[in-house]
DNA sequence: GCCGTTTTCGGCCCGACTGTTTTCAGTCG
């Protein structure tokens, strides 16, 4: 069972508990239990018979260890099983749904049998709900095109698609004069690979108490949204037509950085802040950090403030996720995170040779403007015969072709001549040694399932690595593979021969193939692993996204010194393994 | 159920918005 696994049964658990009206604190250890499992680098099926290790994990007490080991042994928890019998798990679909609590499921399920979201929109049509208390027409009317809403799309929005929502929100806004500041909060600024919904933050003279109507009532205008959900003195909801909600906040400039700060997120980090703040007798909320004994303002105008008078550094907002952060900001050991400007080259490269859109010259130009010291043109291998992968002898050629290409440039960038090959189901490469052996740079990548087992799949991408001409391994997760196709694979053990190997993982930054998530890429660097971060691109454009795969590595805790290319040519050269 | 310079019991984060409530519970972030 993997981590993912157990953090899931914990938390339909504590979903569970909660439509029962189980103790609140005992509902939030289960939660707090499934994230500290979801973010554990340590695979928790290894240690899963080993209560004392388990309790090191902060959140797994006594308690929590022996589920472990239930789940780990019957792949279930009593508690989960005997609460199943009084409930049904479309239950906890139907508290996906906005404006459906536990008590509201609970209360229905008492009141007509509604267990699940088509019950409900039986129930709705068959005017079932009319005559329950606290169901009201609103009430109804919501739930009603919140079914809607959650059969059209239910899900989270790519970070690139959100933050593009964002920015035109933002120049809108930016419009109004006496707005200054406006800054995107939530999991976008935290840089999650997905966003729930836009989190938008404005402030400046127009915030004033005064003046906040108009600028309200301004922002309630705004031509894209669809469907106002709320509107309050200092805020407005809506959806927009992708069905993104979103969330803007107008705040007066006191104490912008104490909601920045709270709006931010993520929830558990907050909580544990707020902790922290009592102890100190302090409270925090979105307003201020203030005494709790005479209620004084301690700090408010920006987070450094807030942060600082915590006895904590300012921590970057990718690393907020309750991930020990807190300790390293008050120890003052944070890591000095890489940066976008960091990146000296991008080696995973397409052209019209292959599947890509642009030619070596046209690629090499949009990587010049980017400003990357050098770039690798890794086009497929034969396997791939629907994108006229190259055999052995054309891959040669084409290798040739580059080093004419960069030659021709003048040295305005290098360009390294490379090869994407595929991995066959038995492991074997597609293309000959001999050709490997002339390349710059050789990816290995999975890019078919042939339904194999994870032992398989494993077994497979190990013997590929072996290879000795293998440099990268090529999008080692294959996510956009595992979404398709419930792709799944024992990652831990591959990265740590890639490791022994020396041969370096990639991390593809770009935002539908984001390969690696935090927590395998702060495995991968636990490990002593070589990491690389690509775009895959197979158009110019596609240059443009290594932002978000950036800030991926940031979330997972790398500095410059773990990611390959931020070297410099020549040395990223020498750092990549070299045959036997 | 977890946790401990209030340590084996008694705490456990904070406030706004909504709808239908005539004083507040439930939901949300």
Redesign the pocket.
């Known amino acids: 069972m993997d981590n993912r696994t157990y953090a899931q049964l914990l938390a339909e658990t504590a979903d569970l508990l909660e439509i029962d009206s189980g103790?609140a604190?005992?509902i939030?250890?289960?939660r707090?239990?499934a994230e500290a499992i979801d973010s554990c680098t340590i695979q928790l099926s290894e240690i899963a018979s080993d209560p004392k290790r388990l309790?090191e994990i902060?959140?797994?007490?006594?308690?929590?260890?022996a589920n472990i080991r239930d789940m780990e042994q019957t792949g279930t928890l009593p508690?989960r099983e005997e609460l199943l019998k009084k409930y049904r798990p479309s239950m906890l679909q139907l508290?996906r749904?906005?404006?459906?609590?536990?008590?509201?499921?609970a209360f229905l399920w008492e009141a007509i049998q509604v267990a699940s979201i088509d019950d409900l929109e039986a129930a709705i049509a068959a005017e079932k709900l009319d005559d329950l208390?606290?169901?009201?027409?609103?009430?109804?009317e919501?739930l009603r095109k919140g079914i809607e809403e959650y059969k059209k799309n239910s899900g989270r929005f790519l970070i690139d698609d959100a933050e593009e929502a964002a920015e035109k929100l933002m120049a809108y806004l930016r419009a109004l004069p006496g707005l200054d500041v406006i800054e995107p909060a939530?999991s976008l600024r935290r840089g999650r690979e997905t966003v729930g919904?836009l989190?938008i933050l404005v402030t400046g003279p127009a915030c004033a108490a005064d003046k906040v109507d108009a600028a309200v009532e301004y922002t309630v205008k705004y031509p894209p949204a669809i469907d106002l959900l709320?509107?309050?003195?200092?805020?407005v909801s809506f959806r927009l037509r992708s069905g993104l909600?979103v969330?803007v906040r107008l705040l007066p400039e006191d104490s912008y950085g104490a909601a920045l700060q709270y709006?931010t997120g993520s929830?558990m980090h907050?909580?544990t802040l707020?902790?922290r703040a009592?102890?100190k007798g302090y409270?925090?909320?979105?307003?201020s950090l203030a005494r709790i004994d005479d209620g004084s303002v301690v700090a408010s105008r920006t987070e450094q403030d807030i942060y600082g008078a915590l006895g904590i550094d300012w921590i970057a907002p990718e690393l907020r996720e309750n991930n020990g952060e807190i300790e390293a900001a008050e120890a003052h050991t944070l890591p000095r995170l890489v940066e976008l400007k960091d990146i000296r080259g991008d080696v995973h490269m397409h052209t019209t040779k292959t599947d890509g859109r642009n030619t070596i010259e046209e690629m090499a130009e949009a990587a010049i403007a980017r400003g990357y010291e050098y770039m690798a043109i890794t086009d497929h291998s034969k396997n791939l015969a629907m994108t006229f992968g190259l055999n052995d002898e054309e891959a040669l050629a084409h290798a040739a072709r580059i080093r004419q290409a960069e030659a021709e440039l003048g040295g305005r960038i290098r360009i390294f001549a490379g090869i994407e090959v595929d991995i066959l189901s038995d492991g074997a490469l597609d293309l000959a040694d001999e050709t490997l052996a002339q390349m710059d740079v050789v990816i290995a990548s999975v890019h078919s399932l042939f339904n194999m087992t994870e032992d398989e799949m494993t077994a497979r991408m190990l013997r590929a690595i072996e290879n000795p001409y293998v440099k990268i391994l090529g999008h080692p997760t294959g996510r956009l593979l595992l979404r398709r196709e419930g792709y799944r694979l024992n990652l831990p053990a591959v990265v740590r021969r890639a490791a022994e190997l020396g041969v370096a993982v990639e991390h593809n930054a770009y935002p539908d193939r984001l390969d690696l998530c935090d927590r395998d890429l702060r495995m991968a660097k636990e490990m002593g692993c070589k990491v690389i971060i690509n775009t895959d691109s197979h158009h110019t454009s596609h240059l443009e996204k290594m932002r978000y795969g950036v800030e991926q590595l940031r979330r997972a805790w790398l500095e410059k010194a773990d990611v390959l290319n931020t070297l410099p040519a020549m040395e990223f050269l020498s750092a990549l393994r070299k045959p036997a």
């Open positions: 103790d604190f005992r939030r250890s289960y707090r239990a309790q902060p959140g797994i007490g006594k308690g929590m260890a508690l508290m749904l906005p404006g459906m609590g536990p008590k509201t499921v208390p606290r169901f009201g027409k609103k009430q109804i919501k939530g919904d989190d709320a509107k309050g003195q200092n805020k909600q969330d709006f929830k907050n909580v707020r902790q009592l102890k409270t925090l909320s979105e307003y």
